[in-house]
C-alpha cells in the first residue's frame, strides 16, 4: 500500500470524519501506531457476490490460463483423494 495512504492513529482521531468521507468515496487507509501498521481502513462491501461474467473477465484479462492451470494441477497431485473435510 502506498505510503501516503498511511496515517497515524492520532490523525483518525482528530479527522475521523474526513477519513471516512474518504473512505466511503473508495479510499483505504492503513492506520498506525508509533509507525506500525495495526489496522486497514477500506469501504464496506454490501455485496460480496461478484457475478460470473466479472470473474470470468477478471480471470481472462489478469491471470496466464497455462499458469494457472498448472497451479491447480500441481495442487490435485498433492491431495489425498481419501481426505474428506465433512469427515472429523
Same mark, same amino acid.
Given at each position: 500500500? %502506498?505510503?501516503?495512504?498511511?496515517?497515524?492513529?492520532?490523525?483518525?482521531?482528530? !479527522?475521523?470524519?474526513?477519513?471516512?468521507?474518504? *473512505?466511503? $468515496?473508495?479510499?483505504?487507509?492503513?492506520?498506525?501506531? %508509533?509507525g506500525r501498521p495495526?489496522?486497514?481502513?477500506?469501504?464496506?462491501?454490501? !455485496?460480496?457476490w461478484v457475478s460470473?461474467?466479472? *470473474?470470468? $473477465?477478471?480471470?481472462?484479462?489478469s491471470v496466464d490460463?497455462?499458469?494457472?492451470?498448472?497451479?491447480?494441477?500441481?495442487?490435485?497431485?498433492?491431495?489425498?483423494?481419501?481426505?474428506?473435510?465433512?469427515?472429523?
Amino acid at each position: 500500500m %502506498d505510503t501516503q495512504n498511511r496515517i497515524p492513529q492520532r490523525e483518525l482521531r482528530n !479527522n475521523s470524519g474526513k477519513i471516512l468521507r474518504d *473512505v466511503e $468515496r473508495g479510499k483505504r487507509y492503513v492506520v498506525t501506531v %508509533d509507525g506500525r501498521p495495526v489496522a486497514m481502513l477500506s469501504p464496506y462491501k454490501r !455485496n460480496q457476490w461478484v457475478s460470473k461474467s466479472e *470473474v470470468i $473477465r477478471n480471470l481472462c484479462t489478469s491471470v496466464d490460463a497455462t499458469s494457472f492451470m498448472d497451479d491447480i494441477k500441481s495442487l490435485e497431485d498433492r491431495l489425498d483423494p481419501e481426505y474428506d473435510p465433512w469427515k472429523k
